[in-house]
């Protein structure tokens, strides 16, 4: 940043205020030189961590999938059973109104 007008240059190689052209010491330059490697760094880290959270959360979805689809299936095999109970229960009441009708 320059210390005269306070402009912040964008560059590694900036020697001077790109403003008024004040010519910047080496520390001035280091110091922006730090803060743009600072800012990719942090740009990288964040993309990292975003990708990781979307797998992540890829990851999740597809085994809520798997969950769901086993729960889909103890659904059909309960719902199947219910069906089986009830017409179990029709046959054995009709077998002994037969029972009792049949017999003189
Ligand atoms: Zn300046």
Do not use: A, R, V, Y
């Given at each position: 940043m320059c210390s005269k007008?306070?402009?912040i240059a964008i560059g590694n190689d900036a020697t001077k205020c790109?403003?008024?052209?004040?010519?910047?010491?080496d520390y001035q330059t280091m110091k922006v030189d730090l803060k743009l490697r600072e800012?990719?760094?942090?740009?990288?880290d964040s993309g990292e961590s975003f990708k990781e959270i979307e797998k992540r959360l890829e990851f999740t979805a597809s085994e809520m999938g798997k969950i769901q689809k086993k729960i889909d299936n103890i659904?059909?095999?309960l719902e199947n059973q219910k069906n089986l109970k009830s017409r179990h229960d029709i046959l054995e009441r009709e077998l002994n109104r037969l029972k009792h009708t049949a017999l003189p």
């Open positions: 007008c306070k402009t790109p403003n008024c052209g004040e010519p910047f010491s800012l990719e760094l942090k740009k990288q659904d059909n095999i």
